[in-house]
């Protein structure tokens, strides 16, 4: 110890205790540091957030303000969530055509790429709804009974029994269900696009979703079986009634008619 | 042929006599009746009665049609025990169908059809199409009836004695007017009157707030702005007798909304929160009333499309509805779950007559 007192005001002390810190500093950083993975994690999910800031200057700001805030044009995009980016430019809804009652389907209008891109922009805005994993939206592990159930409860009255869509006001309407990729119906549960009401996870979880979703791929796709063969739109007597009375009736009349023409004669007059 | 050409010609001679009478004088118009009677034009003959090869045609395509008729029929059996009830079959342009419904219906289809369309090929081109007319007969009868008739009345109404014993009379009638009033008393069974029960529901003073999906109690935290929740009251079980009868008056939609957007400020006192509790049966003729635009916040009930103001007291804004919506008076409780402060103020659902 004395030798070391001795010269601790040696010219070079200050050098050797630097030295020290610094090497302290270097391994405590090396030993607690995060891992690298998560490290390039974080790097990409900037990066995403960064790509989506540009196209969404680009093709977004003009409704929906420079930082997401909304305006006169567009409501504001804090807290919607990546969900609600990932289903209005992933079904084409977004970027919006003309201001009209609804923003209708149209051809999509970015790569699934830049999509993500835009979602992570718009997810760093504010917390909300994240892009569901495929497992929570795989129809064929629902209960489609259940979810039948749920269907009639929640969604009917707007989508019709079979997910055959339905009028609203003013222009607007509930859009058939059919074909439907079941990502987009989840995410539209998820987040209440446009003058759907949201059913969150705290009020309908996941998995009651997940029967939703696999009662509409029970009833709903073109491979779906109906015994019953024309389902006329699904909308159940009204179409049934109009067919019956018009063709089935008019069929009637025809052969009636037929019936009580008089038969061809041996000559012609 | 040549009885059509004779007829017209008979016919233009008639014309032409006519038109030369009237012009020579008005009195022998009066006789010859400008509106006569045509009767029917002669009969012509068709085909099949002329041609013998024509009628053996009809006779084979009227067999064709009954044999094709057996024939579906015995399809009919073979299909109905051959094909699999749950088989599934695509056909154009029906889709995926049925293939048992589907041949069933073809072959039952075919076989009453082609019963029906060669009776009538029968019934056209082979059995007798001569006009024949047939007059009426009076309806009256004759007098020398009528007077025999009137007489076995008498004679009858005679020997019952009905006009002699009076007791017999008196008591019969009495019998006859009372037998229609087991009938009234029936009408009963149309009852009892529903007395309060309209204007009371299953939630009381303190009754959670069911999730309808889950069937898990309702937190404030758990209703988002722009959702939409089902639910009922606790203590009802989906499995009990008289669900139906509860549920048809407690179900309830809850909502929320930015405490600014509400402009009842009952409305917004009586929930909690911004979270606005409303029953969703329709106060016209109680379809449920739940298609709900979380934009405009308007309720629409998809039958008849009243539209109810769920950010102005469920307020009517169209349709045939004739009040809004009742509203259920919520808070949270201690625990933190939401619940009701006592029954509706009103009667919910569809309006009647002494609702007020």
Redesign the interface.
Known sequence: MKKLSARRRHPLAALVVLLFALAATGGLYAALAPAGEAQADASAQSLAIEEGKKLYDVGCSSCHGAGGEGGSDGPSLVGVGAAAVDFQVGTGRMPLQAPGPQAPEKPVAYTQAEIDQLAAYVASLGPGPAVPDASSYDPSQGDAARGGE?FR??CT??HNFTGQG?A??HG?EAPALDNVDPRYIYEAMVT?P???????D????ED?KQDILAWLHAVNT??????????LGGFGPVSEGLFAWTFGIGLLIAVAVW?GVS?????K? | ?SS?TEHTEARDDAQGGHLTESREGGAVAVADDPFADPGLPPH????Q???ERAAKRSERTVAFLFTLSMLATVGFIVSYVAIPIDE?VFIWP?????GL??ALGLTLGVALFCIGAGA?HWA??LMS?VEVAEERHAIEATPEVKAHVLEEFRKGGEESQIGRRKLVRNTMFGALALVPLSGVVLLRDLGPLPGTKLRHTAWKEGSLII????MQP??P????V?????AMPEGLDPHSEDFNVEIAKAAVML?RLEPEDIKDERSADWGYEGILCYSKICTHIGC?A???????H?A?C?CHQS?FDLADGARVLFGPAGHPLPQLRIRANDEGFLEALGDFDEPTGPSFWERG
Do not use: W
């Open positions: 749920l409860t929640n009255q707007c339905g609203l006001t607007k209440g446009s003058n759907m009401p949201s059913f969150p705290t009020t309908l979880p009651e073109s491979e779906s079986p109906n015994p019953g063969g024309f389902s019936i038969t061809a004669k041996a000559r007059s | 042929m059509h012509e003959p068709r085909r009665d002329v041609d599934i029906f889709g995926h169908v049925s419904n589907f009538i056209r081109t199409d999730n309808e999906a889950t309702l937190r935290e758990d209703i988002t722009g959702s939409l929740t089902q909502v449920p739940t298609l709900y635009e979380q934009q405009t308007h629409l998809p539209t």
